[in-house]
Each structure stands twice: as C-alpha cells, then as structure tokens.
C-alpha cells in the first residue's frame, strides 16, 4: 500500500535526482571553457592547472596529437561520471534508508564470512605461484631497462618511490626480495609478513615497468588480491580459531576482481556507448592486432557483432558474482574464454593471464560468520 | 561512531577502485580499465610507431625482440612521446648508446597511421 509520506519521498527523491541532471547541462558550457584553458596554457604554469598534468601525465603529448574536440569529449565525459556517480549515491540512499529499508537484504552480511583453515594452504601457494609466473625473469628485463634510463619518467607515486632508475644492485635486492617474500609467504608457517614485503616488491616492479611509458592493466587484479592477502594472513594467525578464520578480505578481493570486469563493461558503454559492439568496431580491433586467428574472425560481421556484445554483457554481469555464488558456473568459464581469445585473436597478454589466475579466490567455499 | 580495521580496508579499497572510473585516470596501484574502450573509428587520430633495427643487408628485426625489457607497446610510447616533443633524435641516440646495436646497424623509427580509413606508414628517422 502506496502512503502519503511514501510518495513524499519519492517526490523527494524524483525532484533532487532533476535537479541533479539540470546542474549537469548548467555545467557543459563552463566545463567548455575549463577545457580551452587547460589546453592553452603549458605544464609550467602553476595552480590548479598543473594538478591538471600531475593527474593526466599524458595530455603534455595528446594535446599535441588530438583536436580541442577531442578533449571537450572526454571533460563533458569527466562531467556525466560526476554526475551518474551523484545519483547512484542518491538512489542507494534513497532507497536503503527511506524508500526501500529491504533493499539492504542484498548486501548485508556479505563480508560476514569465514572460511575452514584446510583451505588456506592452497590459496596461498596459488597465488604467490601466479605471482611467481609474472616475476620469475624480473631481473632479466631490469637488466635491459637499464640500458635506458634515459627514458625512465615515473609518474603518479612512482615521483616519491622511485624517483630515478636503481642501480643494478639495487633492482638485484627487489628481484631476490620479491622470490624470497613469495618462497618464505609458501613455505613458512608465519605468513602475513612476508606477504606483505611481496606485495610492496611486487609494487616496486610494476614503478620500474611503468616509468617507461606504459601501465600494464594485466597485472591489476593480482595486485588488488597481493595488497588484501596480507589482512586475512594476519587475521587468521592472529588468533588460534579452530577450524575457520574471518574471511571478510577474502570477500573484499572477491569484490575487487568483480569490480574491475565491471569497470571494464561500463568504460565501454560510457566510453562508446552500443557503437561498441553495434558497429564493425571488433572488426577493426581485429584487423589492427593482424593475427591469423583473427583475420579469419574479421571475415563474420554477424558474429563480431554478437560477440562484442557478449563481452559487454559478460563484463557487467561480474558485479553479481560476490553476492550470487552459483553464477561463477557460467561467468569464470567465460572469463577464461574471453582471455584466452583476447590472446589469440588480439595478441593482448600471454597464455597466462593473472586475471583468470584470481578466480582462485572464487573456487574455495566461504560460510556465514558465526555471532558469539 | 566507531571503525575498526576491517571497515577501513573495506571502505578504502572499494573507493579507491573506483575513483580511476571517476577520474578517467590510472591512479596506480588501482586502475582505469579502459583497454580497447573506444572504438577505433572514433579516435581521431589512430597511429602505432614501431622501432626497428636495420642491418647492412637491408634486414630489420623489431627492437623488442632483442630482450631488451622494453615490448613493442613501450616502444610505441616512448617513440611517441619523444617524436611529439621533436626529440626524436635523442630518442635515437640514447637506443645507440645503449650498446645493444653492432656498428654497421641502424635505428629506424616508423609511424603507421590511418589517413581516411587507409593505413600509411611514414618512416620518420633512420639512424
């Protein structure tokens, strides 16, 4: 039964959420005009416009390469996100507070888990082996990197961490930090420590990587599950439980490898919107990336398209995967596949990809925590 | 109000995952994942740069393949960087120091790019 202070707030909610998209308009023109001034004045110049360069290291370059239209896109883009990103907050408060109190079912007590010790050995041993898989030969392209210093331009907290190239020396102690964090994290019975060194060697690696120019999304959801990792260590050694441990950052990992396919769903329909996948767009990737598998794949238009749009499809759909376990079923098996194809058909990885590597994380059972 | 460390963790890694979202910027470690996010057709200006090594032959060979701890896509973004800022030739001189060439090799440096829906290939610098 619909009440008076229901609809009350309903037109609350409806009246702050069109007030929400008018500012949105308001604020094309000045974001119009922030753009012209971005792009006139140079890096030098102080103020707020050099924060500007600080967060977008490469605009020094793509103002050289790309039209004033190109960046008038991507600030009315800056602009949507603020404001889509205002109103889904408006929407969860709305509804989990005064619209819809039984909205909050859907998300309590998801971090409210544990999992039985039997089970830890093996995802430690298979995560720092992934890790292993990805740094084994670190110190053979160390070695080449420092032919190049000259190029070496870190960027983001790589200006505090590693502000010029190390040493030979020096990357030799990350290197044999790295292998030994992930040897004594396997093999030790005290872990949280060196799972935590591997963590911080493993970011020092990616610093020296990415100083060269280019950041390596690959490599993302292995750092998310090495950065948490090291919260259930410690929490699981920390008391002698018998025969579970708190798996809340176990959860949190789990929500961070959904989260970043559904990052990379919704990039594309912010981004691009259907002209991603209604378009010959997967055809033209295909063509650029010129591998044989995918030249042939080129030749189906139908079937570029309707794979395209299962990728979206599939990468928006992971959001479900912490809080509805059965769909691991059908959305790993299409990860895998999704990775493996990105690799044969446009090159993009290796035969190992650390991020199917992290579905381990969906693989062991968590049960409700019990209330003392 | 009290926090303990657990909503902390959470609350700072499930807001730090999104704010590249927000910001339409990598804030390593935590990402924006907008790998082949436009469409190709939709970005002016297409271009890939390619840095190969010539030898007295005639022959080349992609200068990643020489582990040298750089692939193809870091050595299309520093050619890109360095030719933009017109500082190709120190782009090139800094790989011949490097050591890595023997005498009688040079470095090339070539820009493919789409020029109406046509790819051309401008080789920009042999060293």
Redesign the interface.
Known sequence: MITSSFLTRSLLYAGLSIVLWILYFQLLDVSALLTHDILSSSKANKGWISWVHE??PRLA?EK????ES?FLT?AH??LL??TW?SQVLLTYFSFSVFLFPRFKKIYAGL?DTCIQNKYIPYITTLLYTSLLLVVYNAI??????L??S??YHP????KLLLPCLPSLAILWVIYGTLLTSIATTIFLPKKWFSASVAALAF?YY??IL?G????D?GF?TL??AL??YP?FLWKSEKKSFDTTSPA??LV?IQ??IA??YF??G???L???GA??FY???LE??LL?HDTALGLSLAQHEVLCRWLSFGVVCMQCSFIVLPFYKKSRYVLLPAGFIFHTAAWLL?D?GGWFNPWWAMYLFFLFPLQPQETK | MTFNIRQIVIFFFLLMSFIPFLLMTDLFPFMRFAMFAETVRAIPQKEFFTVEVLNARGGSQSLSERQIGLDDSHLNYLARRYYYNGQLDFFSTELKKSGLLKDNEKITVTQKIIVNGEWQKHVLLIK
């Not at chain 1, 050289?64 to 039209?67: E, H, N, S």
């Not at chain 1, 053979?140 to 990197?145: R, T």
């Not at chain 1, 060269?212 to 950041?215: E, I, Q, T």
């Open positions: 967060l977008y370059v050289l390469r790309f039209p190109f991507k883009q800056l996100r603020f990103t971090f053979i392209e160390f070695n080449g990197l032919y190049f000259a190029f960027v983001g907290i790589g970011i990616q610093l990415f060269f120019g280019k950041y999304h993302s750092t998310y950065l948490v919260f809340w950052s949190l929500c961070l989260l970043s990052y990379c919704i990039e594309k912010f981004t691009s002209a991603w378009s010959d767009n033209q990737h650029l446009l993009a």
